[in-house]
């Protein structure tokens, strides 16, 4: 049987252990936007690396994206951001980073 004392010390260290083996990591953005007003912004997170795309221009946009994180394996995602909207990828961490770059291209999409 669990105790509340003993319930409320296993809750703190699920709260806490994730912070005490979490990664710190820096983010390069390498953008190819062909004049588009594309906002680039990384939210950096413990795990993962999550990069918004801000569509401001009056056209669909396709951005494709490769995240290289050495040693892990390259990953590669492609978005379409419909204008005045924001989308999001997500690149989860699958070994300890140091260093991620991040290159971003885009274009009009076709229709």
């Known amino acids: 049987m669990i105790t509340a004392g003993l319930a409320r010390a ?7 252990a994730p912070a005490a083996f979490g990664q710190t990591y820096t983010v390069e953005v390498h953008p190819t936007l062909n004049d588009l007003d594309i906002k680039i912004e990384p939210v950096a997170m413990t795990g993962m690396l999550v990069v918004k795309l801000t569509n401001d221009t009056d056209q ?9 994180a050495s040693p892990q394996t390259p990953y590669r995602n492609s978005l ?3 204008p005045g ?12 980073w140091f ?5 971003v ?5 076709k229709p």
């Open 60 to 68: 669909k946009v396709r951005c494709k994206l490769r995240y290289d």
């Open 10 to 16: 296993l809750a703190l260290t699920v709260l806490f």
């Open 99 to 103: 260093a991620v770059a991040v290159e």
């Open 80 to 82: 379409n951001v419909d």
């Open 85 to 96: 909207k924001t989308e999001q990828s997500v690149f989860r961490a699958q070994r300890k």
């Open 105 to 109: 291209n885009c274009e009009a999409a």
